[in-house]
């Protein structure tokens, strides 16, 4: 099932790449330009079969293309969708797939002036900690939910046209508001990074930090290993979403100072039931979904 | 290689069951005995051949063992080493797995007035977020330090033999200070579990929590992994590492101060330089160690 003539995909990256893999496997799109900054990355996209022929410049990877995938780094979003405007077929339907999705929609009004109908905010959720192409593979997005997150002014055959896109490249699709969408992955997404970076630079920190990270086990790895993930998207990412990410920060740090305390006064009690509530909605919510 | 005529496994749980059924198949030992509070749990020990028989009185397990382990939680180290204390062969080395050393050393001269020289602490870097005999499997240690924690009261031929017993199931055995130890693992473990069990108890308090868990990736499932760990036991851990447990989080409470400001003050160069540091120290030291 076609769902695109001419594909072009901004940002030839985990996503970029893994969604242009999904869908030249499906069958799904005629041709895919790829379009990003580096002419290196980009002939190892066409070398590896990830797109079909690739541009630096944004205007000519999506001229005459009738969908458009944004997959380049939040920061860039805006300059890149600048950059491609003048050149956007009357037909084409544009997405992108930012983690954030009020800032890419203002990022929309700055360069057009409104929200254009036919541009359809996006954001799959899935990925792994490797960024660039060489990290691209058909199937991240199979059976992941991906969230559209359409406006007012979005026009809903756009929105459905996103929606088999993503639905051919094997992704589950639902619509959600647009600050709801911030708050609850500013909670299961951007927060978590924040900790995990954060912990790992402090115990990098730490004097004898090589000999601390050599007894460190498996928990730890599992529970660090989103600090490996590319620190200019995580950035990028912090600052757009900056308010939902300190509303869920700052409510963090209240709970953590009650359970430091609860350390610190030697009270068991807080800390078997704060425990207990987490084990059962883990188990309860996030276990049995692959992989404990 | 024989280690022990006769083991007696006080606790025979994941860590406890996992070091009988390794040394079961390196056959290093004659008979296991094990030690429980629960009947049906010890019945389930024997009849999956992780023990050979099992006593619900520790002294009556430790009669005639020249090998004993204290795998319980910490909290109940000392009631349990109390009650086994009388029945304690002349020629028995005693050793145990917990999580934290001071305590249990302090808990080995509470009951007997003094460090015993055949008393080696011991502390296996190593273990799954699951709990119980069911749990454990031959291979847990295969690869995986452990750290044995000598005092100057201690027997050099008693930490040899504890020594021959790790390598027997597979481990390297390293010695390190007491409190040296204690503050390792709290930064590489104990702080780890105190944020997945705030993290997910904080995301399990905001309204509409079961429809936020449904949008977790699998990022925040292998975060939180170690936040499905037993709440017994990590209460157990907290309380009895309190102090290198509190520096460590008053610690990370005034660095994710400072990565909350930034975020507040959009000031993405501290973000940036931050996130770096962390993957720079995690790429360079955690991963490359099996599995990402
Ligand atoms: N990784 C995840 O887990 C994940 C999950 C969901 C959504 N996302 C979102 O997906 C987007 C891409 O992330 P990713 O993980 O695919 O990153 P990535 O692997 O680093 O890919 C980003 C691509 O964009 C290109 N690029 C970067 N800056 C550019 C610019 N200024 N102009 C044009 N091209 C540029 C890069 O190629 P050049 O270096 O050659 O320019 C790179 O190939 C981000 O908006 C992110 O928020 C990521
Ligand atoms: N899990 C890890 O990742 C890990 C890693 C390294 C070290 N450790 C340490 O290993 C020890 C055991 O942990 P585990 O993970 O093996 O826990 P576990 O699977 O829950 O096993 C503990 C065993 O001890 C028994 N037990 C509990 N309280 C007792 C008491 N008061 N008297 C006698 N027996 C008692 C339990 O059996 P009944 O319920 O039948 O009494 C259970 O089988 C802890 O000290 C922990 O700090 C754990």
Redesign the pocket.
């Known amino acids: 099932m076609a769902v695109a003539r001419r594909l072009a995909v901004?940002?030839?990256?985990?996503?970029?790449g893994s969604l242009a893999r999904a869908l030249r496997r499906a069958e799904a799109v005629g041709e895919i330009v790829g379009?990003?900054?580096?002419p290196a990355?980009l002939a190892r996209a066409v070398e590896l079969g990830v797109v079909d022929r690739a541009e630096t410049d944004p205007a000519a990877a999506v001229a005459g293309a009738d969908l458009v995938v944004l997959?380049?780094?939040?920061g860039?979003m805006r300059?890149?969708l600048a950059a491609a405007a003048p050149a956007l077929a009357a037909d084409a339907v544009v997405t992108d797939?930012?983690?954030a999705k009020a800032s890419v929609i203002a990022d929309a009004r700055a360069v057009f002036g409104r929200i254009p109908r036919w541009f359809v905010p996006g954001?799959?959720i899935?990925?792994?900690e490797r960024?660039?192409?060489e990290?691209a593979f058909a199937e991240l997005f199979e059976d992941h939910r991906v969230l559209l997150t359409p406006v007012a002014e979005t026009d809903p055959a756009a929105v459905e046209r996103v929606r088999r896109m993503w639905e051919a490249a094997g992704a589950v699709v639902e619509t959600m508001e647009v600050a709801h969408h911030d708050a609850v992955l500013a909670a299961t997404s951007h927060l978590p990074h924040m900790l995990a970076y954060a912990l790992v630079d402090a115990l990098a920190r730490l004097e004898g930090h090589e000999e601390i990270f050599r007894y460190a086990a498996g928990g730890f790895r599992d529970f660090t290993r989103i600090a490996s993930s590319?620190p200019v998207?995580w950035h990028d990412?912090c600052l757009a979403n900056r308010e939902a990410l300190l509303g869920m920060l700052r409510r963090f740090q209240a709970d953590l100072a009650r359970l430091a305390d609860a350390v610190e006064a030697g009270d068991g009690e807080t800390l078997l039931a704060t425990f207990r509530r987490a084990k059962a909605a883990r188990d309860a919510h996030v276990l049995g979904r692959g992989g404990g």
Do not use: E, N, Q, Y
Not at 35 to 38: E, K, V
Not at 71 to 74: F, T, W
């Open positions: 901004l940002g030839v990256g985990l996503i970029g379009c990003g900054r580096d990355h997959a380049v780094p939040l860039a300059a890149v797939v930012g983690s954001h799959p899935a990925g792994t960024s660039g192409v990290a590319d998207m990412i």
